[in-house]
């Protein structure tokens, strides 16, 4: 029978882009996104630096799995540090100010704005013409 470890999940989204990420507490720092591992998922130093930026705020460390859907790259890292971030507020609530300070727990709200009827894209009319 396996062993159940003990983990703590957090929701992180952005745009359109929803991960699930879970942290346990573990010896040494290991982040798996979509069964890969960080670096080998978001390829940018940026992209990876923007993922890890809650953890960097405190001495603990974690093993960090993410299941991330939608959006592009950037807003999956975000999706991800929101995650993050919440799942480590759910763990240890004394790091919420910090992490609140830094923006880490704010959910980006921005979407596609739809089409409307008449126009060639949300706000986009054609041209005005007077005759």
């Known amino acids: 029978m396996a062993t159940k470890t ?11 882009a929803a991960a699930r990420v879970r942290i346990t507490p573990a010896g040494k720092r290991a982040v798996t996104v979509n069964d890969k ?3 080998e998922y978001f390829d940018t130093k940026e992209l ?3 993922v890890l930026a809650p953890m960097n705020d405190t001495e603990e460390t974690y093993t960090v799995t993410a299941v991330v859907r939608g959006g592009g790259v950037s807003a999956q890292a975000e999706a991800v540090r929101h995650g993050i971030a919440r799942a480590m507020t759910a763990l240890k609530g004394d790091l919420r ?3 609140k300070k ?3 727990l704010k959910r980006d ?5 739809r089409k409307k009827p008449g ?3 949300a706000r986009k009319a054609s041209q005005w013409s007077k005759r």
């Open 6 to 16: 003990e983990y703590t999940e957090g929701i992180g989204r952005r745009k359109t």
């Open 37 to 39: 591992p960080l670096d």
């Open 48 to 50: 990876q630096m923007t």
């Open 97 to 99: 100010s910090t992490l």
């Open 102 to 104: 830094k923006g880490y």
């Open 109 to 113: 709200p921005r979407k596609k704005e």
């Open 119 to 121: 126009l060639k894209k």
